[in-house]
């Protein structure tokens, strides 16, 4: 079966886990610690904050800035769903802005439109809290734009980065752009804890409240236990930390393959009638996913197509959700099809090929050969 994604584990990560478990120190400590600091160095921010998984980076970033009951939080349409699950269980409610058709992230010219109609009512202005972009597939929402325009209504962006760890703009990495930069180490990102997350901040008191909400709300600056409000476990375990340690090692090396296996892929799919994911000349593309746009007319075929391919040996799935139309935020309120028409349009053309750091070209030629066939077969 050629795998839609493989992390890349070897012998170290192995060597590192074992000796943290033979050790008995398993919960968050001095490898949590070397881990953040890693994080922190690499990406370039003062502080990295590990927590249990990205969800929980979301769900804490949004604390941290004080999002709460009523609040609105704008945020892009076609996500995993925890993007928009994170302000929900803040009390909050999420408005869903449209993406571009060729990047897959939130439209700059859409949240300012939004966002100008929520200013001109004072009793909707007031309850918006903050703008949370997501750096789809690892290629980063324009950022330049979208916080230009948080700036002028004074709005704070916190990036849902939880695929672009490395990906930057004009060399400024993902996470260092907004107040918090949130990942995922789930194994279908370049580099993997299992399940692991990290919040990235240049602000001390921020990542001194995250520091204290993800560990039940202790006083982080007290020498006695004690509580300063009411927070989650949300740690990370040593062993994950130790994992992560090995793994952010390797992670450029990673890096460089996907964006060797993207090249090839995009060759492959030259003059073609299946569209390549767009590169941007001012960014760095991680490609966490190499998602490809389907013919509209083989769009409405894709679960036979993912079927087909797996028949073949071949493992791909759709690209990611568009939210607003899940039966919950739709039921809630009241997002139809045609409110969200690019999100609509990606969610059903997308599919995600495989692709990790030890994919062969022979193994990249025939997932492209089964799909054009497939293509040639019903247009
Ligand atoms: C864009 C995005 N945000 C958030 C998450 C949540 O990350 P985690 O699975 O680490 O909780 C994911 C996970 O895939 C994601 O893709």
């Known amino acids: 079966m050629i795998r839609l994604t493989v992390p890349s584990i070897e012998e170290d990560d192995l060597q590192a886990v074992r000796e943290v478990?033979?050790?008995g120190y398993l919960?968050?400590?001095?490898?949590?610690?070397?881990?953040?600091?890693?994080?922190?160095?690499?990406?370039?921010?003062?502080?990295?904050?590990?927590?249990?998984?990205?969800?929980?980076?979301?769900?804490?970033?949004?604390?941290?800035?004080n999002v709460q009951q009523g609040d609105l939080v704008l945020v892009s349409a076609y996500s995993w769903i925890a993007t928009a699950n994170v302000i929900e269980l803040c009390g909050a409610q999420p408005v869903f802005i449209d993406i571009e058709r060729d990047t897959f992230n939130m439209d700059p010219d859409a949240l300012q439109n939004t966002l100008s109609n929520l200013m001109s009512v004072p009793a909707l202005a007031k309850r918006v809290k903050a703008?949370?972009?997501?750096?789809?597939?690892?290629?980063?929402?324009?950022?330049?734009?979208?916080?230009?325009?948080?700036?002028?209504?004074?709005?704070?962006?916190?990036?849902?980065?939880?695929?672009?760890?490395?990906?930057?703009?004009?060399?400024?990495?993902?996470?260092?752009?907004g107040v918090m930069g949130c990942f995922s180490f789930h194994p279908r990102k370049a580099i993997t804890t299992g399940e692991g997350g990290i919040i990235t901040t240049n602000d001390s008191a921020i990542a001194r409240r995250l520091r204290s909400l993800r560990n039940h709300g202790i006083d982080t600056e007290s020498k006695e236990v004690d509580f300063i409000e009411p927070g989650f476990n949300y740690r990370m375990t040593e062993f994950q930390a130790a994992l992560g340690g090995t793994q952010m090692?390797?992670?450029?090396?990673?890096?460089?393959?996907?964006?060797?296996g993207a090249k090839r892929y995009n060759e492959l799919l030259k003059n073609t009638a299946i569209k390549p994911?767009?590169?941007?000349?001012?960014?760095?593309?991680?490609?966490?996913?190499?998602?490809?746009?389907?013919?509209?007319?083989?769009?409405?075929?894709?679960?036979?197509?993912?079927?087909?391919?797996?028949?073949?040996?071949?493992?791909?799935?759709?690209?990611?959700?568009?939210?607003?139309?899940?039966k919950y935020y739709s039921t809630r309120y009241g997002y139809k099809l045609g409110d969200l028409p690019i999100a609509e349009e990606v969610r059903r053309r997308s599919l995600a090929l495989p692709l990790y750091e030890t994919i062969k070209q022979e193994e990249q030629t025939k997932v492209i050969n089964h799909l054009l066939t497939f293509n040639d077969k019903y247009v």
């Open 131 to 177: 703008i949370l972009p997501v750096h789809t597939f690892g290629l980063m929402a324009d950022l330049t734009k979208i916080i230009n325009i948080a700036s002028t209504y004074n709005l704070p962006v916190i990036e849902d980065a939880a695929c672009a760890l490395g990906a930057d703009i004009n060399e400024k990495k993902a996470g260092t752009w």
């Open 277 to 326: 994911p767009v590169s941007l000349k001012e960014q760095r593309h991680v490609y966490q996913s190499y998602i490809v746009l389907l013919p509209e007319q083989i769009a409405n075929l894709r679960d036979k197509l993912i079927n087909q391919l797996k028949n073949e040996g071949i493992e791909t799935t759709i690209g990611t959700y568009h939210m607003p139309l899940s």
């Open 27 to 65: 919960v968050q400590g001095r490898h949590v610690e070397i881990f953040e600091q890693a994080v922190a160095n690499y990406v370039g921010a003062n502080y990295a904050i590990a927590v249990s998984n990205c969800t929980a980076a979301l769900h804490l970033a949004l604390l941290a800035i």
């Open 249 to 260: 090692n390797k992670l450029e090396r990673i890096i460089r393959a996907r964006q060797t």
């Open 21 to 23: 478990i033979a050790s």
